[in-house]
Nanobody
């Protein structure tokens, strides 16, 4: 079965950096779309960033210029480099993948990794 496992979360101070990783079962090349999403209790789930097999990427307005999504085919790993972190970035971050499309809800999800940014 498809398995996505996130790592790299933790607690950092505002202005710091963190890199999240998501290991993917099988070949990452099998997924046309991969992405990072985040959610805090009582808040809407937010699409942080997505990246297509082609390399095209999209970012939520709140993270543009600070976060970078990438995928490494050789390591079957998805990354999210987070710089200039702000307290409002605090959330559970989820890795997701889809064999077909970035539109709508992606098919496969990891269990999440917690990111806490202190002021």
């Amino acid at each position: 079965q498809v398995e996505l496992v996130e790592s790299g979360g933790g607690s950092v101070q505002a202005g710091g950096s963190l890199r999240l990783s998501c290991t993917v079962s099988g070949y990452i090349d099998s997924y046309r779309c991969m992405g990072w999403f985040r959610q805090d209790p009582g808040k809407e789930r937010e699409r942080v960033a997505t990246i297509k097999k082609s390399g095209d990427s999209t970012y939520g307005d709140s993270v543009k210029g600070r976060f970078t999504i990438s995928r490494d085919n050789a390591k079957n790993t998805l990354y999210l480099q987070m710089n200039s972190l702000k307290p409002e970035d605090t959330a559970m971050y989820y890795c997701a993948a889809d064999e077909i499309t970035c539109v709508g809800t992606l098919d496969y999800w990891g269990q999440g990794t917690k990111v806490t940014v202190s002021s």
